[in-house]
């Protein structure tokens, strides 16, 4: 057994270790009641400045937008395809797979997407919309590209298995690789690797951007952090 008491060092070896300090075989959760569905909106940027500005807002405790959402997940498709669109877990029309498209080929380079997902049941369905309202007036996407998708949160949850169940059938088990970039590096990140190595490559595996906060991280981690946001 090892806690923040018990043990220290393996606590938070393992926290940030990815597996590689220690196995859990029992942990102990605090349940709350699970809400029945999500509000989940899908918004499309063609620069990397604002979709960076955009998820720094959401995790923000510092703005109105603060504590609003309960998902945010940003994403860089380098090439927007039909096949990869509809075979996405979010569901689009045939219209908007064209217009998702046509922007793309427009941009003669990446794109990004904000995904921003709000739970919500049958006594707070009013309240999770006019949390949507705000985020579309405030957010800084490309005007005419934010996409809507009601479903239920377990549909939701497994969205990632449905995607690596067809990719295992390719062969592609799991294709994520996870790193830190420090904010001051985010525009190089995105000119050297996005926009020159990975130009006009045929990836598998998503391009998955989450904004995090330095002040989440505890320096006793066994993850390496950047010294900065």
């Given at each position: 057994m090892y806690s923040e008491e018990f043990n220290p060092d393996l606590f938070y070896a393992a926290l940030g270790g990815l597996g590689q300090f220690g196995v859990i075989?029992?942990?102990?959760?605090?349940?709350?009641?699970?809400?029945?569905?999500?509000?989940?909106?899908?918004?499309?940027?063609?620069d990397i400045k604002l979709v960076t500005s955009d998820l720094e807002k959401l995790i923000s405790p510092d703005n109105n937008l603060?504590?609003?959402?309960?998902?945010?997940e940003g994403e860089v498709l380098l090439s927007a395809t039909q096949?990869?669109?509809?075979?996405?877990?979010?569901?689009?029309?045939?219209?908007?797979?064209?217009?998702?498209?046509?922007?793309?080929?427009?941009?003669?380079?990446?794109?990004?997407?904000v995904d921003a997902v709000v739970f919500y049941n049958d006594t707070t369905a009013t309240s999770a919309e006019q949390k949507?309202?705000?985020?579309?007036?405030?957010?800084?996407?490309?005007?005419?590209?934010?996409f809507s998708n009601d479903i239920p949160l377990l549909n939701f949850l497994n969205r990632l298995h449905y995607q690596e169940t067809a990719r295992s059938s390719q062969g592609q088990f799991h294709p994520w690789l996870s790193m830190f970039v420090?904010?001051?590096?985010?525009?190089?990140?995105?000119?050297?690797?996005?926009?020159?190595?990975?130009?006009?490559?045929?990836?598998?595996?998503?391009?998955?951007?989450?904004?995090?906060?330095?002040?989440?991280?505890?320096?006793?981690?066994?993850?390496?952090?950047?010294?900065?946001?």
């Open positions: 075989t029992r942990a102990r959760f605090a349940l709350e009641p699970a809400q029945k569905r999500v509000r989940w909106r899908r918004l499309f940027y063609t603060s504590g609003i959402i309960d998902f945010v096949a990869s669109l509809i075979g996405s877990t979010f569901n689009f029309t045939d219209s908007d797979v064209q217009k998702i498209i046509d922007l793309a080929s427009d941009n003669n380079g990446p794109i990004y997407l949507v309202d705000l985020l579309l007036k405030e957010l800084q996407y490309t005007s005419g590209f934010a420090p904010k001051s590096k985010i525009l190089e990140f995105d000119s050297n690797v996005y926009k020159d190595i990975l130009n006009g490559t045929n990836t598998a595996g998503s391009l998955l951007l989450y904004p995090m906060n330095r002040t989440m991280w505890d320096d006793d981690m066994s993850a390496v952090t950047p010294d900065e946001e």
